[in-house]
T-cell receptor, first 112, second 114 residues
């Protein structure tokens, strides 16, 4: 089966750095996405990794190790608006197609 | 210039009714999706259409029927609504031929069945 593990909740302070970990067990792995979802809003795309290593995008970076089934999202210089849920979503091959498998997300609270 | 739009944003209805949710994307994507997000925030794929053809059909009651009149539209019709159908329904789109195939989401439709 497919399984994704992320911490349920995390708390951090404005201006700090936080790392949100995600481990996954999937078959037909074909890349991994991170999405941000504010309360009452739609998920929005943050990052995509298909090869091992670090992808940096401004204050956000994402790392992937396919052999370990592990990814993390690193958020630097935290701002209050970063308080949101962060969803780890591995993509798998589904027949001739692909689909995302979604974790329950990590709810991040940024405090002043 | 909204990329993925859904109507209505809120839908409150009685058990047993039939309702539809509409989705449109102006990104020129070839693939569209319907997701259900329940009260525990678990996001579950329901259907996916590529160039108007059904390509993913998860285990969803047949009371749910998607319809894609063209590549830019994917509607969801629900018959005989039940209490357990209460959730937020998200439409999304992507370009399957791209390596990244990033999905972009609509604002969601919050369905409440009384």
């Amino acid at each position: 089966g497919q399984n994704i593990d992320q911490p349920t909740e995390m708390t951090a302070t404005e201006g700090a750095i936080v790392q949100i970990n995600c481990t996954y067990q999937t078959s037909g792995f074909n890349g991994l996405f991170w999405y941000q979802q504010h309360a009452g809003e739609a998920p929005t795309f943050l990052s995509y990794n298909v090869l091992d290593g670090l992808e940096e995008k401004g204050r956000f970076s994402s790392f992937l190790s396919r052999s370990k089934g592990y990814s993390y999202l690193l958020l630097k210089e935290l701002q209050m608006k970063d308080s949101a849920s962060y969803l780890c979503a591995p993509r798998i091959n589904a027949g001739n197609n692909r689909k995302l498998i979604w974790g329950l997300g990590t709810s991040l609270a940024v405090n002043p | 210039d909204t990329a993925v739009s859904q109507t209505p944003k809120y839908l409150v209805t009685q058990m047993g009714n039939d309702k539809s949710i509409k989705c449109e994307q102006n990104l020129g994507h070839d693939t569209m999706y319907w997701y259900k997000q329940d009260s525990k925030k678990f996001l579950k794929i329901m259907f996916s259409y590529n160039n108007k053809e059904l390509i993913i059909n998860e285990t969803v009651p047949n009371r749910f029927s998607p319809k894609s009149p063209d590549k830019a539209h994917l509607n969801l019709h629900i018959n005989s609504l039940e209490l357990g159908d209460s959730a937020v329904y998200f439409c999304a789109s992507s370009q399957l031929t791209n390596l990244a195939d990033t999905q972009y989401f609509g604002p969601g439709t919050r369905l409440t069945v009384l």
